[in-house]
T-cell receptor, first 116, second 111 residues
Framework: GAVVSQHPSRVICKSGTSVKIECRSLDFQATTMFWYRQFPKQSLMLMATSNEGSKATYEQGVEKDKFLINHASLTLSTLTVTSAHPEDSSFYIC????????????FGQGTRLTVV | DAKTTQPNSMESNEEEPVHLPCNHSTISGTDYIHWYRQLPSQGPEYVIHGLTSNVNNRMASLAIAEDRKSSTLILHRATLRDAAVYYCILRKWGATNKLIFGTGTLLAVQP
């Protein structure tokens, strides 16, 4: 079945640095991908919709200059957390759907970001 | 977006059926009912979806009320690996339509 892969699965970074998370659709093309954030014992919160070849659409309250999204190809979207702070520590998850497939969305395995 | 309401948690015994309810009284005619589940420290995975008719697949069954204001996810024989948070989500058709997650139901399966 279709697979979405995230990299890295875990990352620890220092405050003030930037971290890039990659999301790849391995066997299908995705013009749209979604980025979520999940804090412990909470549900997934949609951060933004990543659109191939155009600007991402951010949800209300999500800082676009802090969470940079680049969707440069039909199989790759990246999320860069800029000038990370401890409060950005979270579980980041991407999702994509096969344009030509069924209705199900495929999710990456998630990236655990810890900012120290 | 139409909202869904689910119990915060449920318990089941291994190898017994589990019925996970979801209320969506403000559902519109173009809303599909989706179910996803999330195992600990993993991304969610698709379980099943439907529009009006009941649906079956290898993972579960979805029973949809005639008025579509509620639905029930049925796991026919729960296993320990089914312990997860189950999310009932309404989504309109289309690849660009986003999934908005509610709080879900935490299912515990006892051996």
């Amino acid at each position: 079945g279709a697979v979405v892969s995230q990299h890295p699965s875990r990352v620890i970074c220092k405050s003030g640095t930037s971290v890039k998370i990659e999301c790849r659709s391995l066997d299908f093309q995705a013009t749209t991908m979604f980025w979520y954030r999940q804090f412990p014992k909470q549900s997934l919160m949609l951060m933004a919709t990543s659109n191939e070849g155009s600007k991402a659409t951010y949800e209300q309250g999500v800082e676009k200059d802090k969470f940079l999204i680049n969707h440069a190809s039909l199989t790759l979207s990246t999320l860069t957390v800029t000038s990370a702070h401890p409060e950005d520590s979270s579980f980041y998850i991407c999702s994509a759907r096969d344009q030509g497939g069924t209705s199900e969305a495929f999710f990456g395995q998630g990236t655990r970001l810890t900012v120290v | 977006d139409a909202k869904t309401t689910q119990p915060n948690s449920m318990e089941s015994n291994e190898e017994e059926p589990v019925h996970l309810p979801c209320n969506h009284s403000t559902i519109s005619g173009t809303d599909y009912i989706h179910w996803y589940r999330q195992l600990p420290s993993q991304g969610p995975e698709y379980v099943i979806h439907g529009l009006t008719s009941n649906v079956n697949n290898r993972m579960a069954s979805l029973a949809i009320a005639e008025d579509r204001k509620s639905s029930t996810l049925i796991l026919h024989r729960a296993t320990l690996r089914d312990a997860a948070v189950y999310y009932c989500i309404l989504r309109k058709w289309g690849a660009t339509n986003k999934l908005i997650f509610g709080t879900g139901t935490l299912l515990a399966v006892q051996p």
